[in-house]
């Protein structure tokens, strides 16, 4: 049997996993204590509602994995290096979690459930914005140690950068989960990111960094 904390890491974990094949509204309360396993009752000891349920959720799923973010953009690792660790650590998040044959592509339920709710659910928005934020900021500082080896053709704002970055990664990875088309998004991504950034052009081959 479960004790208290048991079941609340079920829950979030639960919450997690349904918004990874299914849209916010399509899961309610009585999905999550089916699939979890637990009582409403248990569920509402926890969380007021569902969407405090997820913002929570969605919190520990990116504090769970915060430490390979940490490590990709950790100031002891050259910025061309984490560059390239970003962008593989993407792709393979699409191994990880994608299903061969259904869902090629999975897109971040973070991300996606802030864009489908509305002021109701505002819980929701505020958290993914929170994380989205979070998230620019180690790119932000990728940027920066780009510009400071001067690996980019021009001088831009490291920050806008970022968010140019991010706000492509994500709309890349909808249109690999609308054409259900991983292949694409695998050999998009790099030539994107780099474009928008303007990472000068004997940086841009992997092949060719990985043999100098």
């Given amino acids: 049997m479960r004790n208290a904390t048991e079941t609340r890491i079920k829950l979030l974990e ?3 996993e349904l918004l990874a094949t299914r849209s916010y509204h399509d899961v309610g309360v009585s999905d999550v204590c089916k699939h979890a396993g637990v009582t409403k009752g248990a569920f509402y000891h926890h969380f007021d509602s569902k969407a405090e349920l997820f913002a ?40 990880r979690y994608a299903v061969p044959g259904e869902n090629e592509v999975c897109v971040c339920p973070i991300f996606t459930a802030g864009g489908q709710v509305g002021p ?5 928005q505020a958290c993914s914005r929170e994380l989205a934020e979070e ?34 990664v994500h709309g890349l990875l909808t249109y690999g989960q609308v054409f ?21 052009c004997k940086y841009r ?3 060719a960094e990985t043999a100098a």
Avoid at 75 to 89: A, F
Avoid at 120 to 124: N, R, S
Avoid at 135 to 156: C, F, W
Avoid at 180 to 198: E, H, K, P, Q, Y
């Fill in 14 to 16: 639960t919450a997690m």
């Fill in 56 to 95: 929570a959720a969605a919190r520990h799923h990116w504090e769970k994995g915060k430490d390979e973010l940490r490590a990709v953009f950790s100031p002891d690792v050259p910025p061309l290096e984490q560059l390239n660790s970003y962008i593989e650590l993407i792709c393979n998040k699409q191994e």
């Fill in 120 to 124: 109701e659910d505002e819980p929701i």
């Fill in 135 to 168: 998230q620019i900021k180690y790119l932000a500082s990728m940027v920066r140690g780009l510009k400071g080896e001067g690996m980019l053709g021009e001088d831009g704002d490291a920050t806008t950068l970022a968010r140019l970055i991010f706000q492509y």
């Fill in 180 to 200: 259900n088309d991983l292949d694409t998004v695998r050999s998009d991504i790099r030539n994107g990111i780099c474009r928008i950034l303007n990472l000068q």
């Fill in 205 to 207: 081959d992997l092949d």
